[in-house]
């Protein structure tokens, strides 16, 4: 990620400086709050990808450094609320804002950078950035509200977790790549092939996320089978349920929906575990990786449109980064 930055380190500094200016407020309470988000900030994966769409295209300008601004915010402020509906005690390896606060400083604060987001697109002034942020606005939430609805039952199809998935994580990352292009005043067929490799990498992201969920790697920012905790099947699991025999996988849902519910009747290490080799066995990790080479696959495909460049290497790489990653 590093080497990424330096591509475009002068442009990064630029986003770093309106970022922090965009979470400064008058107000002592929430400046604390919004100080404990800014230094505990992740990757920065999306200002960047919205930098380098930028720069394939026609080169970075003042609209695409506010409008990473935009879509960062806009991404924390789903963070802050998704932990909150999630219930999640931890973002990044620290305490959640709700967990440091409470419920309702999450949900004021994350209302607070909405109100940021807004503004910032106003200051923007280009209908086709706002619709693309307002579009995906929108996507982030139906994307948690469908897998609220789906989670009543806990098992999904592969179809629907992957519709879930492109909601919740792959539309952002296509809004910041067709973002990026349009700021800097691309073509359409330009901007379209952004979009697309976005989504194609976001899938990748989330499906590598998966994975981890089922790992033995400490330090992942965030606790292994969590998901299986909060009551949702990931596609390792799902096509693992496929392929075992039906009285396994009954053993294994029931096993799940026992952590789920906080039985006091099952050991949880145990538990954990046993789901983990059941994975493993039936290489449903395996097949999530197969897919994101799939994905990696159509998302260099589209970028075809581009010369080769030093801006395309590093959207080339960011795949790369996006299935390799150790966290």
Same mark, same amino acid.
């Given at each position: 990620?590093?080497?990424?930055?330096?591509?475009?380190?002068?442009?990064?500094?630029?986003?770093?400086?309106?970022?922090?200016?965009?979470?400064?407020?008058?107000?002592?309470?929430?400046? *604390?709050?919004?100080?404990?988000?800014?230094?505990?900030?992740?990757?920065?994966?999306?200002?960047?990808?919205?930098?380098?769409?930028?720069?394939?295209?026609?080169?970075?300008?003042?609209?695409?450094?506010?409008?990473?601004?935009?879509?960062?915010?806009? *991404?924390?402020?789903?963070?802050?609320?998704?932990?909150?509906?999630?219930?999640?005690?931890?973002?990044?390896?620290?305490?959640?804002?709700?967990?440091?606060?409470?419920?309702?400083?999450?949900?004021?604060?994350?209302?607070?950078?909405?109100?940021?987001?807004?503004?910032?697109?106003?200051?923007?002034?280009?209908?086709?950035?706002?619709?693309?942020?307002?579009?995906?606005?929108?996507?982030?939430?139906?994307?948690?509200?469908?897998?609220?609805?789906?989670?009543?039952?806990?098992?999904?199809?592969?179809?629907?977790?992957?519709?879930?998935?492109?909601?919740?994580?792959?539309?952002?990352?296509?809004?910041?790549?067709?973002?990026?292009?349009?700021?800097?005043?691309?073509?359409?067929?330009?901007?379209?092939?952004?979009?697309?490799?976005?989504?194609?990498?976001?899938?990748?992201?989330?499906?590598?996320?998966?994975?981890?969920?089922?790992?033995?790697?400490?330090?992942?920012?965030? &606790?292994?089978?969590?998901?299986?905790?909060?009551?949702?099947?990931?596609? &390792?699991?799902?096509?693992?349920?496929?392929?075992?025999?039906?009285?396994?996988?009954?053993?294994?849902?029931?096993?799940?929906?026992?952590?789920?519910?906080?039985? &006091?009747?099952?050991?949880?290490?145990?538990?954990?575990?046993?789901?983990?080799?059941?994975?493993?066995? %039936?290489?449903?990790?395996?097949?999530?990786?197969?897919?994101?080479?799939? %994905?990696?696959?159509?998302?260099?495909?589209?970028?075809?449109?581009?010369?080769?460049?030093?801006?395309?290497?590093?959207?080339?790489?960011?795949?790369? %980064?996006?299935?390799?990653?150790? *966290?």
């Amino acid at each position: 990620m590093k080497e990424l930055r330096q591509s475009i380190q002068s442009e990064f500094v630029q986003f770093e400086q309106a970022f922090a200016a965009s979470l400064k407020t008058d107000y002592a309470v929430l400046n *604390h709050v919004l100080d404990y988000i800014h230094t505990r900030r992740g990757k920065q994966l999306r200002p960047i990808l919205v930098l380098l769409s930028a720069a394939i295209c026609k080169g970075v300008t003042d609209k695409t450094i506010q409008s990473a601004v935009a879509l960062e915010l806009l *991404h924390t402020a789903s963070l802050v609320h998704d932990d909150v509906v999630d219930n999640s005690p931890m973002r990044r390896g620290t305490k959640s804002i709700h967990e440091q606060w409470s419920n309702k400083v999450a949900v004021l604060t994350g209302d607070f950078i909405l109100a940021k987001v807004i503004g910032l697109l106003s200051d923007i002034r280009n209908t086709s950035i706002l619709n693309i942020v307002s579009q995906v606005g929108a996507a982030l939430s139906s994307g948690e509200l469908i897998q609220l609805h789906d989670g009543e039952s806990m098992w999904i199809s592969e179809e629907q977790y992957l519709q879930v998935i492109q909601h919740k994580t792959a539309c952002l990352f296509a809004a910041c790549s067709e973002v990026g292009a349009v700021s800097s005043g691309a073509t359409a067929r330009q901007a379209h092939a952004l979009k697309q490799y976005g989504m194609y990498l976001g899938m990748c992201f989330q499906l590598k996320d998966d994975v981890f969920d089922f790992s033995d790697i400490e330090d992942l920012g965030k &606790p292994t089978m969590n998901d299986i905790r909060d009551g949702k099947a990931t596609l &390792p699991i799902i096509k693992s349920l496929q392929r075992a025999t039906k009285e396994e996988a009954n053993q294994i849902k029931e096993l799940a929906e026992a952590l789920t519910n906080k039985s &006091p009747h099952i050991d949880v290490f145990e538990a954990e575990q046993e789901i983990r080799s059941f994975v493993l066995r %039936y290489d449903g990790t395996r097949y999530a990786h197969q897919l994101m080479e799939k %994905y990696r696959k159509k998302a260099t495909d589209v970028l075809r449109v581009f010369p080769d460049n030093k801006y395309k290497e590093c959207l080339l790489s960011l795949l790369n %980064y996006a299935i390799n990653r150790m *966290h």
